[in-house]
């Protein structure tokens, strides 16, 4: 973990404090969660490395930190609650929209002309980042959704086959989203 300056888990399943990955509905998943956990856990036992989870349900990377929250709040809170911690915590109400507000805030910082003294400073030449390195348009994801759909992966939330996440639709709720985002950092 020492070579790591950050961990990043978005929606990534922990286990709970009886070591069992759950969904958000309490179904086990444990057989397909390889235990990326252990990466976190050392990480807090190194100053060097931080550590971020960004989760929407609860069981996710990083909820252990609002351990009582998910287990008062959120539906079956009591058998998913995650049991690892992070430096920081993203909520949001969907993981993806927690990513892109991050990855929108990296763009928002390497592109900011007040940072760029301090850039060239210490590293020399400074040049405006392109955005497509840290946030993917609205063209970008419906390919990727797309993508994952022609190989039978869906969305666990719907019934059937769908251009969706979370259970939401992709073109009426996602996209606006991600335009959102895209437009508060100028992209």
Request: some cysteine; proline content about 5%; overall charge negative.
């Amino acid at each position: 973990v020492a070579k790591f300056d950050q961990l990043i888990a978005i929606e990534r399943a922990s286990p709970n404090p009886q070591g069992v990955y759950c969904t958000m509905s309490a179904r086990d998943i444990s057989e397909l969660c390889d235990p990326i956990e252990r990466w976190f856990r050392a990480a807090q036992q190194n100053s060097t490395t931080m550590t971020t989870g960004i989760g929407d349900g609860g069981n996710e990377v990083g909820m252990a930190n609002v351990h009582q929250h998910v287990i008062d709040f959120i539906p079956l809170g009591e058998k998913i609650v995650s049991s690892v911690h992070t430096d920081y915590l993203i909520t949001a109400a969907v993981s993806n929209w927690g990513g892109y507000a991050l990855a929108a805030s990296l763009y928002a910082l390497q592109a900011c002309q007040d940072h760029s003294y301090y850039k060239r400073f210490g590293l020399g030449e400074h040049a405006v980042p392109d955005p497509a390195h840290f946030l993917p348009s609205v063209e970008q994801e419906a390919k990727l959704l797309q993508h994952l759909n022609d190989l039978q992966i869906r969305d666990g939330r719907m019934p059937e086959q769908a251009m969706s996440v979370d259970g939401m639709l992709f073109h009426n709720i996602h996209a606006p989203r991600i335009t959102a985002i895209r437009a508060a950092v100028g992209i």
